[in-house]
């Protein structure tokens, strides 16, 4: 199904909070956001687009468009189910499809952890969260690479060998 033509710039954005903003001003009903956010999607160059059936325009997003604020996990080990519920109340389970990545703050060595939602969007997980995920995780049987397991896939946060980890399955 091909997208309408361009109407605009929409003048709206999201902040690394996931608070959005229309014309420089927060956008305070939920219920709006939420609306908003199940019409937003990713092209393949990185922009983000509001897209309903009848206009297409652009949107500002500074780091993912939704943040991760809970961590739900049931069982222990490798038959554990991590989800995510998200700033709009999607709720995500970690698995091959909504896989987990972590990056680095090139300046401060910090991690920043995301989870993919959906066609190319991604959730922020906010430090809470993050440090939710690293009291569950453990060791990985055999390296030196500490993750978590969800869905029967283990899951890096990173390794002792360089302090980094990339998030994806093992």
Known sequence: MPFP?????FSM????NGTWYYRGSPIGRHALVK???????RDQDGLYWLTTPVENGRIEVEDSPFIGVELIAEGAGRNQIIRFRTNVDDVVTLDATHALRVVYDAASGEPRP???VRKGLEARLVRAVYYHLVEIGEMAESSDTFGVW???????????????GGGQPA
């Open 5 to 9: 033509d361009m109407c605009c710039d």
């Open 13 to 16: 954005r999201i902040d690394r």
């Open 35 to 41: 609306l908003f956010s199940t019409v937003l999607r």
């Open 114 to 116: 995301y989870i993919h």
């Open 150 to 164: 969800s869905c029967g896939q283990f899951f890096s946060l990173g390794s002792l060998v360089d302090g980094r």
